[in-house]
């Protein structure tokens, strides 16, 4: 088993920056991938980004390429997810999910899940 605490919500102006945090602890040997999803009220959860563990390849939505970036401390079992120029369609709950094949963007293939953290933006 994996746990996963996610870290540094809150909120922020539009154009502003947040660092997120997701340790890991556990089996950690066994994660091959580990992502963020988002989901704002209403509507269903959607994937922002993911990262390969081993090789550090990262993969990002549309809505948040080049304002997000992933990055990962493999020796503190962490994976950050740092957010700049914020918008206001941008508040969600973020969750951070781990997987122990590959790497995905698809919720369903997330075999781990943390508790979320909220983002609100504030236009």
């Known amino acids: 088993q994996v746990q996963l605490v996610e870290s540094g919500g809150g909120l922020v102006q539009a154009g502003g920056s947040l660092r997120l945090s997701c340790e890991a602890s556990?089996?950690?040997?066994?994660?091959?991938?580990m992502g963020w999803f988002r989901q704002a009220p209403g509507k269903e959860r959607e994937f922002v980004t993911a990262i390969d563990w081993s090789g550090g390849n990262s993969y990002y939505a549309d809505s948040v390429k080049g304002r997000f970036t992933i990055s990962r401390d493999n020796a503190k079992n962490t994976v950050y997810l740092q957010m700049n120029s914020l918008k206001a369609e941008d508040t969600a709950a973020y969750y951070c999910?781990?997987?122990?094949?590959?790497?995905?963007?698809?919720?369903?293939?997330?075999?781990?899940w943390g508790q979320g953290t909220q983002v609100t933006v504030s236009s």
């Open positions: 556990g089996c950690t040997f066994s994660i091959s991938a």
């Open positions: 999910a781990a997987r122990r094949f590959g790497v995905t963007m698809k919720e369903a293939d997330y075999d781990y």
